[in-house]
């Protein structure tokens, strides 16, 4: 038998070797030290002071108060391992409509653990979940002002409440897993919203005329991983929705809902993103190593290497943006921090999950057909997914001047009617 030619000889040791350092990036990134503890929270309520319920706090200083609760659940989701919770620290934000400096914010969280007695002192002591078990601990917060203090600028002293500044509580935890793959320190972050704004009626919307068609922005309060989404575009779509409408969903507000966001915190880059974020525009979410990792994680490292070298030699024959389309949709999705409103600009945001999906179920939910779009003020208009009877082409012309924004509007949904 003849010997293979050098150059072939050649050719297949370097396949060989290529292949084996794809295995060895798949093998590194999937045994990566992980927690299998999840955090997710439920039964939040907020309490409005009640008329006339203000307190004397001192001499000529009256105070009154927003009381919020809501339960935090640790989940094991693993069958063995025992990992420990030994701190636990909650951070929380007021956002709102002006100067919040006078406002005081305090948290006290209580272990409530299936096999301990609850302190009273409200120390967290260091807890095991155990394999496929879980806890919970119940969170309360106090948000106090002084009842009133004139407005800036204001001739006649005009008193304002503080409280009525404040619409949503971002909360952070920062919590500790503890565990064989060594000590890792986690920070998720929840939207509590405190005061939703009422729906628009069809008496008092304000329709704007595009080509061939109306469209109408619907402003809705600050969304996050506490808000269905069904219940939130029946909330505020359903009275102004009528026959033939479409209803569009910007896709970072859906995915927000979905939980798909995390702080950079939570992101350990690699290697092969600190070095490949590198060659990315300034301007992208990817140029960054922890959001090129974020998108390492979903897709896996040898799949955006491959993308990488791929897009590369597309690039040199003249055919540009080839990394995108092999990588997948996520790398066209992510948003860095900075890339969202606040308060998810400091987190990585990624695209909705199975948004196919999401449009069918908010379809039939409402009646009308759902889209789920990226927009820009650039007049971009992509449609990532949309439900039968959606007509891209009136979508594409509707959205190009971008009714929803890009900035603080809190307007996510936009009905788009045919003219």
């Not at 026959?243 to 966001?261: C, F, H, K, N, S």
């Not at 908010?362 to 039968?388: F, I, Q, W």
């Amino acid at each position: 038998m003849a010997p293979l030619p050098i150059p072939l000889c050649l050719a297949l040791i370097a396949a060989l070797g290529f292949g084996a350092l794809l295995l060895w990036l798949e093998l590194r990134h999937r045994l990566r030290p992980a927690s299998p503890l999840r955090l997710d929270s439920h039964s939040w309520t907020v309490h409005e002071p009640a008329a006339g319920s203000a307190t004397e706090a001192s001499p000529g200083a009256v105070t009154a108060a927003i009381s919020v609760d809501g339960v935090l659940r640790l989940s094991n989701r693993h069958a063995r391992m025992e990992v420990m919770v030994p701190e636990v620290e909650l951070r929380p934000t007021l956002l709102g409509k002006g100067d919040l400096s006078g406002v005081t914010v305090t948290a006290r969280l209580t272990a409530a653990h299936p096999d301990e007695d609850s302190r009273a002192d409200g120390y967290w002591a260091a807890y095991i979940v155990k394999g496929h078990k879980q806890t919970e601990a119940r969170v309360m917060l106090t948000i106090a002002a002084p009842a009133g203090r004139p407005a800036a600028g204001a001739a006649e002293q005009q008193q304002i409440d503080p409280l009525t500044l404040i619409d949503t509580l971002w909360l952070e935890v920062l919590w500790i897993n503890y565990g064989p793959f060594g000590r890792l320190q986690r920070r998720d972050g929840l939207l509590i919203p405190l005061r939703k704004p009422e729906p628009l009626q069809p008496a008092t919307a304000r329709w704007r005329t595009g080509e061939a068609c109306q469209v109408l922005p619907l402003p809705t309060h600050l969304l996050g991983v506490l808000d269905d989404p069904a219940e939130v575009l029946r909330r505020y779509a359903a009275a102004v929705l009528q026959p033939g409408d479409i209803l569009t969903i910007g896709e970072t507000p859906l995915a927000v809902m979905q939980g798909r966001y995390q702080h950079p915190a939570m992101v350990e880059p690699s290697a092969l993103a600190r070095l490949l974020c590198r060659v990315f525009h300034p301007t992208s979410s990817l140029a960054t190593a922890c959001g090129l990792q974020t998108l390492i994680d979903d897709v896996g490292p040898a799949r955006v290497l491959c993308a990488w070298l791929a897009g590369t030699l597309m690039k040199l024959v003249g055919s540009r943006g080839g990394f995108y389309r092999l990588a997948g949709e996520q790398a066209r999705l992510i948003d860095d921090i900075t890339g969202t409103t606040p308060p998810y600009d400091q987190t990585i945001v990624l695209g909705p999950a199975q948004p196919e999906r999401s449009c069918r179920e908010l379809a039939r939910a409402l009646g009308v057909p759902v889209a789920v779009v990226d927009v820009n003020d650039l007049g971009r208009v992509k449609v990532l997914a949309a439900s039968e009877g959606c007509d891209e082409g009136l979508l594409l012309r509707a959205l190009r001047p971008n009714p929803a924004g890009n900035a603080n509007e809190r307007t996510p949904l936009v009905v788009v009617r045919p003219a």
